[in-house]
């Protein structure tokens, strides 16, 4: 499976865009790049997946260049309630059957 | 998105007791379950895998007599851990895959946080 390699931790200001950069320098041709958040407590949400390009919903964008070996997950205007851990993730079902490895996460804090 | 339930959601018990974790997909049939552990400050540690009427797969150094995994139906897969000791304490998550989601997205219940004394 695809290590991945982000950030330990970020720091941002209420309003802020926040870009949050993940290496995956093996990414399997069959691999999906998934970003999930996590608050204390809780399980992972997710946020966006992608396969290449760029892909945007309502909450977030992902950009992934074409060698595929990085993305970067967008959050556009942050709050104080985006403060959380945001893990980058590669795998899909026909590596492994589907099974996810975490990495250490990005510990997004905004600040008002 | 697909919902997916864990329960309990804090549970106590004793040193030397079992424990019993359930977790459910409530909209969806969930033909692969995977397990997680979390301490404080970490990450999500996969302990294993579970495929519905067939025996769980272990991630190297996950004692499977400790954390027995049962997955009898497409829509529920039960983590006991047996003989609990204060360090099994953790936050532990499951997650499900769905029949038709071929692009690995998980689906995570929302935790089970086990405080052994």
């Known amino acids: 499976l695809a290590k991945t390699t982000q950030p330990i931790s970020m720091d941002s200001y209420e309003g802020q865009e926040v870009n949050i950069t993940c290496s995956h320098n093996n990414i399997a041709t069959n691999d999906y790049i998934t970003w999930y958040q996590q608050f204390p407590s809780q399980g992972p949400r997710f946020i966006i997946q992608g396969y290449k390009t760029k892909v945007t919903n309502e909450v977030a964008s992902l950009f992934i260049p074409a060698d595929r070996k990085s993305s970067t997950l967008s959050l556009p205007r942050v709050s104080l309630s985006d403060t959380a851990v945001y893990y980058c993730?590669?795998?899909?079902?026909?590596?492994?059957?589907?099974?996810?490895?975490f990495g250490q996460g990005t510990e997004l804090s905004v600040k008002p | 998105g697909a919902v997916v339930s864990q329960h309990p959601s804090r549970v106590i018990c004793k040193s030397g007791t079992s424990v019993k974790i359930e977790c459910r997909s409530l909209?969806?049939?969930?033909?692969?379950m995977f397990w997680y552990r979390q301490f404080p400050k970490q990450s999500l540690m996969l302990m294993a895998t579970s495929n519905e009427g067939s025996k769980a797969t272990y991630e190297q150094g996950v004692e499977k007599d400790k954390f027995l995994i049962n997955h009898a139906s497409l829509t529920l897969s039960t983590l006991t851990v047996t003989s609990a000791h204060p360090e099994d304490s953790s936050f532990y998550i499951c997650s499900a895959r769905g029949t038709s989601a071929n692009t690995g997205e998980l689906f995570f219940g929302e935790g089970s946080r086990l405080t052994v004394l």
């Open positions: 909209d969806f049939q969930a033909t692969t």
């Open positions: 993730l590669v795998g899909g079902f026909y590596n492994q059957g589907g099974k996810l490895i």
